[in-house]
Every structure is written in C-alpha cells, then in structure tokens.
C-alpha cells in the first residue's frame, strides 16, 4: 500500500471511529432519559436497567446515578463495591457531584476504600473547580485544620474566599480573622439567602447519602422536606421536615466528616 492509499485508509478509519463514538453517545444519552421517565415513575428496576446501559456507553450523569442505587440500595439490591467502581468513573469524567461524593468517602474510608486523604483533597479540589461550594467550604476547613491535608492558612484561606464569592456562609469562628483578609468586602448579611445557601447544603449532604434526587435549587419543596423526613427517622431525630442546625450536624457525621459540623 503506497503513502496516499495509507492516509485515506487511516482517514477513513478515523471517520469510522468517530461515527461509531457518537452513536454511542446519542444511544447513551437516549437510555438516560428512559432511565429519568422509569426513576420518576417509581419503577425503579427498570429506571437502574436503563441507567446501566446508558453508563455502560459513556455518561457520566447515568453512572453517578447507578453509582447511588448501588451504594443506597435505592430500589435495588445494594452492591457497595461496584458502586464505587462507577461513582470512579464519573468523577474520572469530571462529574462535579461524583468527584465530590468519591473525595468525601475516602475521606473517611468509606465503602471498602482505604482512607486516602491525598486522594480525597484533589477529587474535592476537581469538585470545587467545577463550581461546587461543599466542596470549597470542605477544602477551606481541610487546610486551616491540618485535618486530612498539610495545615495552610494561605490555601484554607484561597478556598474560604473562593466559597464566600459563591454565595456561602463562611465558618463563624474564621469571620473575623486573617482567613478573609483577601476579601475586598463581605457581602452584606442577608438572612433570605443565608436559608437558600443552607437548603442548597442540606439538599447536596442529602443526595449525596441518596436520599434527595432532584435538582440542587435551594428551594425547600416536598421532594426536600420528604428527603428531609427520611433522613431524620433514620438518625432517630425528631422528624420534623426542618432544615436546622440538628440536622446539619447530623448531615455531616452521616458524610463521615464529623470535625465538618463545627462549620455549620
């Protein structure tokens, strides 16, 4: 075969590969919004059927989705080791939300991970890259702690800015010290926002521990207050539906970062 022949044959072949990726895609795509009709109906099985197959041909929103069914027995038997395989290959797709989740849990040592703090301080940093303030705020406490990573005042601080400009309350106990120094002014105190921000953690810890399936919008309407409900008869609180301070707590020791709670 002479050069010219090789090129269009190699040409050809690229074409090929790349027509068969997207089929790929569209196809994954396409099982993902069967799987979102199926989840929503409360057929579940059939929901993690369509899911699976959408995972196995790529998205990475359907295998963060099989990876909660999977580690939260949500309508399935539960399968904690193949849970995290597929959380892991989500967050390798820069999934936001699965590179959060994976960086919380070897954390802790969750799920039959080894705690692995340099790990879990780079996905959290992945995360918080790609927007996600729990992790900034998780990041911040990290740093100015020492609890996980080399104590840093001046990347805890990075960080905590960084949350702050996002719209969240920074620590009580870092407001007024070198920590914020690098922030030109504080926003003003709003009490209206301050509960969003809160719902918006709430909604985030809750599906996170597969409890919350719809959007993150800090918005307390009946999938939240629901979410809410079931969290606290399973930490044997008072089940009340309210987003307080108790809960919060509890959010985080159930997330297996309990220093997290002096944050709230």
């Not at 193949?82 to 959380?87: K, T, V």
């Not at 820069?94 to 994976?102: I, K, S, T």
Request: charge should be positive.
């Amino acid at each position: 075969m002479n050069c010219k022949n090789l090129t269009v044959g190699l040409g050809l072949l690229g074409c090929m590969l790349l027509a068969c990726g997207c089929v790929k895609t569209v196809k994954g795509h396409y099982y993902n919004m069967q799987a979102d009709q199926h989840y929503y109906g409360d057929q579940k099985q059939q929901a993690f059927y369509m899911y699976y197959k959408s995972a196995e041909n790529g998205v990475a929103d359907a295998q963060y989705q099989v990876a909660q069914m999977l580690l939260y027995a949500d309508g399935i038997s539960s399968n904690p080791v193949e849970g995290m395989q597929w959380l892991e290959k989500a967050a390798a797709q820069d999934h936001v939300e699965a590179a959060r989740d994976f960086g919380l849990y070897l954390l802790g040592g969750e799920f039959g991970y080894a705690r692995d703090t340099v790990r879990a301080v780079r996905l959290l940093e992945q995360a918080a890259g790609g927007g996600d303030s729990l992790s900034m705020l998780t990041l911040g406490y990290l740093y100015c702690s020492g609890y996980g990573a080399p104590r840093n005042p001046d990347t805890a601080a990075y960080w905590y800015r960084l949350a702050a400009e996002n719209g969240e309350s920074i620590p009580v106990a870092w407001k007024e010290t070198q920590f914020l120094a690098g922030i030109k002014k504080l926003p003003k105190f709003d009490p209206k926002a301050e509960r969003r921000q809160r719902i918006k953690r709430a909604q985030t810890g809750l599906k996170t521990l597969g409890y919350y399936k719809k959007t993150i919008d800090g918005l307390a309407g009946p999938g939240t207050t629901k979410a809410v409900k079931r969290f606290q008869k399973d930490q044997q609180i008072e089940v009340n539906g309210t987003i307080d301070m108790v809960l919060m707590r509890h959010l985080y020791r159930r997330i297996l970062f309990d220093p997290m709670k002096r944050m709230m």
